[in-house]
């Protein structure tokens, strides 16, 4: 089972805390992160940025984009 635990987030002056889980397989590792309700896995690309990625059977409300690019620097903040 995966423990769950909570990314923090300032996102225009408001603090929000959004419940995830790491999953790993062999050579990677992804954020699986709850926005809304929605499903958003965060992924490392090539320049070890996160990308945000919606699975196809998610058919909740798309995040805000900004919203997503600080998940994901968070995240990084956390790694480092």
Do not use: C, W
């Not at 909570?6 to 062999?26: C, D, G, H, M, N």
């Not at 050579?27 to 699975?55: C, M, S």
């Not at 995040?63 to 998940?71: G, K, N, S, T």
């Amino acid at each position: 089972m995966e423990e769950i635990f909570f990314i923090p987030v300032v996102y225009k002056t408001v603090q929000y805390e959004f419940e995830a889980t790491l999953q790993q397989s062999r050579y990677a590792h992804a954020f699986h992160v709850k926005v809304d309700g929605t499903l958003v896995i965060f992924e490392q690309d090539e320049e070890g940025n996160y990308r945000a990625r919606i699975p196809s059977e998610e058919k909740g409300k798309v995040p805000d984009r900004e919203l997503l690019q600080a998940i994901g620097e968070a995240i990084m903040g956390i790694l480092k």
